[in-house]
T-cell receptor, first 109, second 115 residues
Framework: GQSLEQPSEVTAVEGAIVQINCTYQ??????LSWYQQHDGGAPTFLSY????GLEETGRFSSFLSRSDSYGYLLLQELQMKDSASYFC??????????FGSGTRLQVQP | GAVVSQHPSWVICKSGTSVKIECRSL??????MFWYRQFPKQSLMLMAT?????????EQGVEKDKFLINHASLTLSTLTVTSAHPEDSSFYIC???????????FGPGTRLTVL
């Protein structure tokens, strides 16, 4: 089977840095994606790692270690609008995704 | 960037009726479309994958006769929830990808409430 584990909740203050970890067990691994979802909205793509290492996109960075079946999303200079749920997702084959359970991030003033 | 739309954005129906949800890729050809279901405060669960012109592949536990998927063109896929029941009330989200990319573009979702 496939499984992805993430912390259920993380709380941080504005301006801080937060890291959301994701470990996975799956067959047919191709890459790890991260998505943001605000309450009532659809997921928004944040980043994708196919290779080991760090990918940086503005305030967001994502890391992957395939040997450890582990990745994380790093959010810097947190803003109130970053309060949302964050999902890691494993590519099964080339496109289909299996999502983690999601991490609810609360940014406090 | 690529845009995927869904229609309707929300729907309320009576138990026993059927509901059709459309998913359209507006500015690219979607060779593959995915349908997800998300219950409140839970993760997205993949229901089925459809490739244009062929039958959808359903995930284990998803009833293909209840959730009818049609992907008749490169820009349109439909999900029909047949004989809907209150337990089918959920947030249904589609996504689409083209021939080239690994990125999936998600639609805004459709909230279904079955009374």
């Amino acid at each position: 089977g496939q499984s992805l584990e993430q912390p259920s909740e993380v709380t941080a203050v504005e301006g801080a840095i937060v890291q959301i970890n994701c470990t996975y067990q799956t067959s047919g691994f191709y890459g790890l994606s991260w998505y943001q979802q605000h309450d009532g909205g659809a997921p928004t793509f944040l980043s994708y790692n196919a290779l080991d290492g760090l990918e940086e996109t503005g305030r967001f960075s994502s890391f992957l270690s395939r040997s450890d079946s582990y990745g994380y999303l790093l959010l810097q200079e947190l803003q109130m609008k970053d309060s949302a749920s964050y999902f890691c997702a494993v590519s099964k084959g080339r496109r289909a995704l299996t999502f983690g359970s999601g991490t609810r991030l609360q940014v406090q003033p | 960037g690529a845009v995927v739309s869904q229609h309707p954005s929300w729907v309320i129906c009576k138990s026993g009726t059927s509901v059709k949800i459309e998913c359209r890729s507006l500015d690219f050809q979607a060779t593959t479309m995915f349908w997800y279901r998300q219950f409140p405060k839970q993760s997205l669960m993949l229901m089925a994958t459809s490739n244009e012109g062929s039958k959808a592949t359903y995930e284990q536990g998803v009833e293909k006769d209840k959730f009818l998927i049609n992907h008749a063109s490169l820009t349109l896929s439909t999900l029909t929830v047949t004989s809907a029941h209150p337990e089918d009330s959920s947030f249904y989200i589609c996504s689409a990808s083209d021939r080239v990319g690994d990125t999936q573009y998600f639609g805004p979702g459709t909230r279904l409430t079955v009374l």
